[in-house]
């Protein structure tokens, strides 16, 4: 079993749609949960990080974290055409600083 | 958060040949990482530099083939050795915090 799964996708959805983009994990030592966005021929982008369970907003996104599901879920609401990119939820472990990453989701927003 | 220049962004070099990928970053930083991206793919980790010590290879990677360099707390090199096709992938180093870690925008590298 990987650390980190991810829904692979691809996921394609209208302009102005939610989106939900999932991830679940199998070490409970994870403690930072990011997600990241990235364009193609680009590096990820930090979209957003929490180390709690509950949700995070920042403007059109939320970042939701249930740590006894150990479930991780991004949510981009009125969804438009410059969203479209791979996601990728990665989890920290605190103890060595390192990232694992999901296998990323690629979204495509139809205008 | 930490800026990322890596450099070359893109190379196509000859089997059995060895390529040196810099990367600076604008801030003193602790812990630096090196990834490999095959296209379409997630981020595999090779190698976390730390400035003063031997980079830590994860399992699959070793010394001879990727040999890594940290000089300081802004730069870092990593050196893909003896390439063959297979080594033909996106390599992206990484720094910054727990608090969020930077990429930089990655070498594409093709061996022929």
């Known amino acids: 079993q990987k650390e980190v799964e991810q829904d692979p996708g691809p996921l394609s959805v209208p302009e102005g749609a939610i989106v939900s983009l999932n991830c679940t994990y199998s070490?409970?030592?994870?403690?930072?949960f990011m997600w990241y966005r990235q364009y193609s021929r680009k590096g990820p982008e930090l979209l957003m990080y929490t180390y709690s369970s509950g949700n995070k907003e920042d403007g059109r996104f939320t970042a939701q974290v249930d740590k006894s599901s150990k479930y991780i879920s991004l949510f981009i609401r009125d969804s438009q055409p410059s969203d479209s990119a791979t996601y990728l939820c990665?989890?920290?472990?605190?103890?060595?600083?390192?990232?694992?990453f999901g296998t990323g989701t690629r979204l495509t927003i139809i205008p | 958060s930490a800026v990322i220049s890596q450099k070359p962004s893109r190379d196509i070099c000859q089997r059995g040949t060895s390529l040196t990928i810099q990367c600076q970053v604008d801030?003193?930083?602790?812990?630096m990482f090196w990834y490999r991206q095959q296209p379409g793919q997630s981020l595999t980790l090779i190698a976390t530099a730390n400035q003063g010590s031997e980079a830590t290879y994860e399992s699959g990677f070793v010394i001879d083939k990727f040999p890594i360099s940290r000089p300081n707390l802004t730069f870092s090199t990593l050196t893909v050795s003896n390439m063959s096709p297979e080594d033909s992938s996106i390599y992206l180093c990484?720094?910054?915090?727990?608090?969020?870690?930077?990429f930089g925008s990655g070498t594409r590298l093709t061996v022929v």
């Open positions: 990484s720094a910054g915090t727990v608090y969020g870690y930077t």
């Open positions: 990665a989890i920290l472990d605190f103890g060595n600083e390192k990232l694992t």
């Open positions: 801030s003193q930083v602790t812990m």
């Open positions: 070490n409970s030592a994870f403690q930072y």
